[in-house]
């Protein structure tokens, strides 16, 4: 039996071809999608300040065109400064974790060691002060060497972040697609078999197998697609592996 209302299957629809397009198409959307979020933030920002700015000012300005001028000043402005944050978050994001993750690899145990001398951290702020000094003057936080191995680590992190910063994007968003359908498709399966109305369900838990399945395929349909694209010749194209063509 077949539950549901018209427009809970127009909805289940819709996230349906979304989830699909950005699962499947991420490389293709990633570029659009960081505009239009430039767009849209930018605008609605410029928006507001334009507003307020009329409301704020002296006399009687024009306060729609006011507020029309800041969207569309603001929508350039985030055109062009949302996706340079986004590939500045990539990029901090790299060097932090490679960073961090070599810092405490060298310095695992004595920061281990410095922590479980103390039984419980202060709940006063004097207390956490002096928790943190004496943290601080645990003797790997005065090693050069390794602050300087943690810096060369970030570096590289962020270098390497950086020149794989599409990939990063597409796998984001073909994340969220595929996030996107393997919770909607048990709401389709629900709603088909069960006559269970979606529209007075709650969306189920996500299913880690069909998040997997679908970000696995998707990332291998978009490997073949865009290959040359990305830089993988071995996806899609012919590779001769002693050449490396």
């Not at 209302?5 to 991420?26: E, H, K, M, N, P």
């Not at 959307?29 to 928006?47: H, P, Q, T």
């Not at 402005?77 to 993750?101: D, H, I, K």
């Not at 300087?148 to 270098?159: D, K, M, Q, R």
Request: charge should be negative; glycine fraction near 14%.
């Amino acid at each position: 039996m077949i539950g549901g209302s018209v427009q809970s299957y127009v909805v289940l629809g819709l996230a349906t071809g979304i989830g699909v397009a950005f699962a499947y198409d991420g490389y293709g959307l990633s570029d659009r999608l960081l505009a239009w979020v430039g767009y849209l933030a930018g605008g609605s920002a410029g928006g507001v300040a334009g507003w307020m700015a009329a409301t704020n000012a002296a006399g009687s300005p024009d306060r729609l065109a006011l507020t029309a001028g800041g969207v569309v000043v603001g929508a350039v402005l985030g055109r062009v400064v949302v996706p340079l944050v986004s590939w500045l978050a990539v990029v901090l994001l790299g060097f932090l974790s490679t960073g961090l993750a070599v810092f405490f690899v060298l310095a695992g145990r004595e920061l281990t060691n410095a922590v479980t001398r103390f039984e419980t951290v202060p709940r006063s702020p004097g207390g956490i002060e002096r928790f943190l000094e004496q943290l601080s003057a645990v003797p790997v936080f005065q090693n050069q060497e390794v602050l300087l191995l943690t810096l060369v680590a970030g570096l590289v992190g962020a270098a390497l972040a950086s020149r794989l910063y599409t990939l990063l994007v597409t796998a984001t968003v073909s994340s969220v697609g595929a996030g996107l359908l393997s919770v909607v498709v048990p709401l389709w399966q629900r709603a088909l078999t069960g006559g269970v109305d979606v529209t007075e369900t709650t969306p189920s838990e996500v299913s880690w197998g069909l998040l997997a399945l679908f970000l696995a395929s998707g990332l291998l349909v978009q490997g073949y697609r865009y290959g040359e694209e990305l830089d993988l010749p071995v996806v899609g194209s012919e590779y001769d592996p002693l050449e490396g063509q």
